[in-house]
């Protein structure tokens, strides 16, 4: 080694090519083969501007909108969590397919500034996928070839801790500047955030930091899909897995399963209670009653069939236990009324109860939903018998199973 080439404070640097940075550091191309000497650290990306500057450039950008209104801004970054099985795909999807197309979320929550879609996927696969796509489509009234241009999906989500970190999130950009989007949806983030410590809450903010900086630049909304923790700890956000989700995120949508089961026709029945908070949106807690069955369930292929709704305050007004807050609206109606007027009333006494209470609901309505609440447990109807009115009862200890005669 020579002393030919001193470093600014007067450390011997190794013989070979060298090159001075801007900032008068000097690096060596060749790699050391002597004593220590320092490094060129690289450029900060620290952006830092005067308050006016910054003022100048939120008043420049416009009115600020919202991708679900009243519960998601649109340049916001959040996460969607629930429990197990508690369909946070079928909710992710079901935006993505809103946000794609200007319609509501949940068929409920207007989507005002719509545009283009990019979903990441780590989970359920091309076939799955494309199923229930079409399924959500068709219960918007949007034929799905309309989300060709709109809609674009990856089934790999990036890996946003692994040593290629840098690439994945390159490419996003550059997708991002060829197909500009309004939305970012990363599903699950388990797997993005593999090889980070899940606990550790300055290893998860360097992951969603990063993704959340790339969709910052691009101008779009990010969600990123994530868990429940298994321990039943909390309620809410602090049910969230993990260290960083809940920390991170401008907006949180937290779900939980209220009932799960089916109806007779062989319809997946969900009821999910809905909890968004955010520091600028109100907290907002509401239920969704979910329903899909497939045409034809020995068919993979067959088309599901969705539908969603937003339950509304007379429904919670009703007090039902979750099995029967899962049930449709005309099905509640007639179990509250038989509850009303107690055991042993027939079709003709709750049609005549319904209407006085502002629902009148035909004979054959009627019939039908007692047979749906028998199937399902929540009432008990008489033995039936030809000539012979049925008498039906609440399914309570002393009349669940009974066979009643006469009234």
């Known amino acids: 080694m020579s002393g030919d080439h001193l470093g600014r404070d007067g450390i011997p640097l190794p013989d070979g090519p060298l090159e001075e940075t801007s900032g008068g550091e000097v690096v060596n191309l060749r790699p050391a083969t002597g004593r220590a000497r320092r490094q060129a ?23 600020p909108r919202w991708l679900i209104q009243g519960l998601w801004p649109a340049d916001a970054y959040g996460v969607l969590a629930a ?6 795909t079928w909710a992710a999807l079901d935006l993505a397919v809103s946000v794609a197309t200007g319609l509501p979320w949940l068929d409920h929550f207007p989507c005002p500034t719509p545009g283009p879609v990019l979903v990441f996927l780590g989970e359920g696969g091309e076939r799955a996928t494309v199923r229930r796509i079409e399924a959500i489509a068709t219960a918007k009234g949007v034929d799905p070839d309309q989300l060709a241009d709109q809609l674009r999906l990856c089934f790999r989500v990036p890996r946003l801790a692994a040593p290629g970190a840098g690439s994945e999130l390159t490419a996003i950009r550059a997708e991002l500047e060829v197909h500009p989007a309004a939305l970012v949806v990363l599903d699950p983030l388990y797997l993005a955030a593999a090889g980070a410590s899940g606990s550790n809450l300055y290893d998860m903010g360097a992951v969603l930091q990063a993704i959340q900086g790339v969709c910052q630049q691009a101008g779009c909304a990010l969600l990123v899909v994530t868990h429940w923790n298994k321990t039943g700890d909390g309620r809410g956000a602090d049910r969230i897995s993990g260290a960083g989700p809940a920390a991170w995120a401008r907006v949180i949508c937290s779900i939980a399963v209220h009932y799960r089961g089916s109806d007779p026709n062989g319809a997946s029945i969900v009821l999910l209670g809905v909890e968004l908070i955010g520091g600028e949106i109100a907290d907002t807690r509401f239920r969704i009653r979910r329903r899909i069955r497939s045409g034809d369930p020995a068919d993979l292929g067959a088309p599901l069939a969705y539908a969603v709704e937003v339950l509304a305050d007379e429904d919670e007004d009703l007090g039902l236990e979750p099995a029967a807050a899962a049930l449709s609206k005309s099905r509640q109606w007639v179990l509250t009324a038989l509850r009303a007027g107690g055991d042993l009333q027939t079709v003709k006494q709750l049609g005549d109860r319904l209407a006085q209470g502002g629902h009148p609901l035909k004979p054959r309505t009627i019939q039908t939903a007692l047979g749906e609440l028998e199937a399902a447990g929540l ?29």
């Open 41 to 63: 650290l690289p450029a900060a990306e620290l952006a830092i501007s005067p308050y006016a500057e910054v003022a100048a450039r939120v008043a420049a950008a416009g009115e």
């Open 83 to 88: 429990q197990e099985k508690a369909g946070k």
């Open 379 to 407: 009432i008990a109807g008489s033995e039936e018998g030809i000539g012979r009115a049925r008498y039906w009862s609440p399914a309570t200890p002393d009349t669940a199973g009974r066979e009643e005669g006469t009234a």
